[in-house]
Every structure is written in C-alpha cells, then in structure tokens.
C-alpha cells in the first residue's frame, strides 16, 4: 500500500479546498477597499481579456457550474459592472463588460497585485512558479477542462446584438452597496458586491443563469 492509499493519508482535496480558503481570504481581504471579492475580479478580468461571451462558454472557461456563475455575475449586473447581451442568436445570451465594470477592474488591480506579492514572498518564485504548474495540471482533470468551450453561432443575418438593461445601479453614481449573504472578514470590511458564497447547488435558479 503506498502512503496515497493509507487511510490516514490527508485528502488531496480537503487539503487544496482549504488552502483555497486561506488564499480566497486574503485576496477579498486585500481587495475589500476597491470593493470587488476576487472571485468577482477574476470574472471581469476574463471579460476584459475575453471580450463578449456566452454564458455557457464563460462558465466552462472558468471551471464553474451554472449556479456558482450566478453567484458571482449578479451582483456585478446589478451594478452595472457587466451587461447581459443577447447572443448571436436569439437562444444564447453573452456577457460582456461595461465601462463602469473597466474603471472597477483597473481600482482593484493595486490591491490584487499587493496580494500577488504577499503570496510570493511567502512561497519564493521557485516555489510558486512549481504550484502555478501542479494546479494547471489539476485543473486538466476537470470534464470541462477536456471538454473545452463550444463554438460561437454564426451571426443570425440582420440581427444585432441586443444589449439587456443592467440591474439597478447605486445610487449617486456610488459603487454597488448591496448586502452580502456572508459575514464580512474579521478585520470589519465588507465587499460593497454581493458575495457569490458557497456554491452548493440549490433548487432555484438565479436570474443571470436563466438568461441563457
């Protein structure tokens, strides 16, 4: 039996999962100023880079289910950071950033660079440059990941691309205050987004997931 197969071997993924607790903690943690979780930076990066994508396609990029995608893209529709699109034909919609979810992106990336740094002082570059690469590989283990995202649809002919109205913005021109359904970090700050939470499946869908 080889120490992997023991019983008392730690799990593999218990491990990474709370590792990934840790990592999640003092990203929000240092990011909480700008008013952004990471887990809702790390979407509108992907936007940016990406340009529009079907819900769908965004979803299979960043390894998530439909629901735990959700959680994360409405609150940044509701405030006005992202813009759900009709898509290129009428039974898919596609994501997209906004101006507002831009000027967002570029207040927060000082703080996550600083997280940046604190994770890699901490590790050494040898040491993270070996992690970014066993986690790529993990990651390859995923359906998903295999799978790799569907292609576009043509463009229907004559048909532009709709955009949907965004959610509720707050008011005085202010970034987004809606509440987050989890506590705040201990230090007192609280994301001025929503928090996407946990991602145990739920019986309802969210409205960002049902717009496909």
């Keep these: 039996m080889t120490p992997v197969e023991s019983s008392r071997a730690p799990c593999t993924c218990g491990r990474l999962r709370r590792a990934s607790r840790a990592l999640t903690q003092l990203y929000d943690d240092a990011m909480a100023p700008a008013g952004l979780r990471v887990t809702q930076f790390s979407l509108l990066r992907a936007l940016a880079r990406g340009g529009p994508q079907r819900i769908s396609d965004l979803a299979a990029r960043q390894l998530l289910d439909r629901t735990a995608l959700s959680r994360n893209l409405d609150p940044l529709v509701a405030a006005g950071c992202v813009d759900i699109a009709r898509g290129r034909d009428a039974r ?3 994501v997209a950033i906004t101006p507002k979810g831009a000027a967002a992106l570029d207040a927060a990336q000082p703080r996550w660079l600083a997280a940046q740094r604190k994770v890699a002082n901490r590790l050494g570059a040898e040491k993270l440059e070996a992690l970014v ?7 390859s283990l995923h359906p998903a990941a295999a799978a790799g995202p569907s292609p576009r649809p043509s463009p229907a002919s004559g048909r532009g691309s709709a955009l949907a109205s965004p959610g509720p913005t707050a008011a005085g021109g202010r970034g987004s205050t809606l509440a987050s359904p ?3 970090p201990a ?3 609280g994301s001025t987004l929503a928090s996407p939470g946990p991602t145990a499946a739920s019986g309802r869908r969210s409205k960002a997931g049902s717009r496909r």
Excluded: F, K
């Excluded at 690469?133 to 990651?139: F, I, K």
């Design 133 to 139: 690469a066993v986690l790529g590989e993990l990651e």
């Design 187 to 189: 230090s007192g700050r």
């Design 182 to 184: 989890r506590p705040p």
């Design 92 to 94: 898919t919609r596609e």
